[in-house]
């Protein structure tokens, strides 16, 4: 009777735990985007303030000044960079009537050819000023919102991060200490954080500066260029130079090269050849400012290459296709969490015997050598130190 009462209990308070498991994960999952960029921004201010700890600062210290340093101004400058491109997004459709087409197949696909768009149009003016007075206010209204949600969400991005700061590699290192007795999750962790450190501190802001130093240069040339050769949509050219820098080598080329080609057919329309001056000037400096310096000097610097790269642009491309925006940084997250498990894990899963050397790299599968046992990682482990 002792032990079904015991074991009552224990039921009662597992399902307690579950529960707030439960409860923990729904949360998780409504915030899912918040989290990844706190985890973005946690690796991508870590270098800075691990630097810092030289100067004998306390961890809070620390972590505020690497997020004054360079977090906040980050997020800053990433919302002020999309609302750019979000509006010569809008300036490119309307330039092109892409939206009137993408209209036109829609009725198209769902038989409606026969509704005159003129008159239709005419119709919702109409309507529209009528209510013109409710609208302004449901606008203002939903501007409200969506300015409020989104400093909601920026203060809860900041706060986690300073919080994985001071206080993450304790816990990791207290969860390890307690329930890692074979210490196979220990090393999961030491495999998965610097890969982690370098794929979204080395390639995304490799993207982002990339994207920003394209930007510049394009604005720069467009303000001493001529009209008949000046760069169109520079900021959504610039960011696409960002994304393109994903693919090694010619993925900048892919936009500044027909670029420059398109500018020179134009210049070469009009009948003034002097116009190729200012198109060949474009052409150099895009090469060596927007794609030499970036891809040879930064990515030497801050990128590593224990994952993939095949699988890292894959990842790249999927994952803002199926989850959003925030899909660019959760897909190598998922990637690198997926290739560490597949070395690490699963062969404990499999022999119930904690691995006794570093797990196998994909570069050295690709290159044929075989599996050897090697020192520690270099990198700084997240439950090595406490922070």
């Known amino acids: 009777m002792r032990s079904d009462g015991f074991d009552q209990r224990r039921l009662a308070i597992g399902a307690i735990v579950a529960a707030l498991f439960a409860i923990v994960a729904y949360v998780a999952i409504s915030f899912v985007a918040v989290i990844v ?67 036109e197949q829609a009725l198209e696909e769902f038989d409606l050819t026969g509704i005159d768009l003129d008159e239709l149009a005419t119709v919702v003016s109409e309507t529209a000023s009528q209510a013109s007075l409710g609208l302004l206010f449901v606008s203002m209204a939903g501007a409200i919102s969506v300015v409020s949600a989104t400093v909601v969400q920026l203060l809860i991005v900041v706060v986690l991060t300073y919080y994985m700061l001071i206080d993450g590699p304790r816990f990791v290192g207290w969860l390890l200490e307690t329930y890692d007795e074979s210490g196979v999750l220990k090393t999961y962790v030491d495999a998965v954080d610097p890969e982690l450190s370098m794929t979204l501190f080395g390639n995304i802001v490799n993207v982002f500066i990339t994207a920003i130093v394209g930007v510049i240069t394009f604005y720069t040339y467009n303000a001493f260029a001529p009209a008949a050769v000046a760069v169109p949509f520079p900021a959504l050219l610039g960011a696409l130079a960002g994304l393109g820098s994903l693919i090694p080598v010619v993925g900048i080329k892919l936009v500044y090269v027909p670029l420059t080609v398109l500018l020179a057919v134009n210049a070469w329309m009009t009948g003034d050849l002097s116009l190729l001056v200012p198109v060949g000037i474009l052409f150099a400096v895009s090469g060596v400012v927007v794609d030499f310096i970036p891809d040879f000097f930064i990515r030497a610097h801050i990128s590593g290459e224990q994952t993939h790269t095949g699988l890292l642009l894959v990842a790249y491309i999927v994952g803002p296709v199926l989850f959003g925006f925030y899909g660019l940084f959760l897909a190598p997250i998922l990637l690198i969490l997926v290739i560490n498990a597949v070395f690490v894990l699963v062969p404990y899963v ?38």
Request: aromatic share 12%; glycine share 4%; proline share 9%.
């Open 37 to 103: 960029f706190a985890v973005f921004l946690y690796y991508a201010v870590r270098p800075i303030y691990r630097t810092l700890e030289r100067f004998d600062l306390p961890r809070r210290v620390r972590a505020l000044l690497a997020l004054v340093l360079f977090g906040v101004p980050f997020l800053v400058l990433l919302a002020y960079t999309i609302g750019i491109i979000a509006l010569e997004t809008q300036a490119f459709i309307e330039t092109y009537d892409v939206q009137d087409q993408v209209i």
């Open 350 to 387: 499999i022999t119930g015997e904690p691995p006794e050397s570093r797990q196998t790299r994909l570069p050295e599968y690709s290159d044929g050598s075989a599996p050897v046992i090697d020192e520690p990682d270099q990198h700084e482990p997240v439950i090595v130190k406490d922070e």
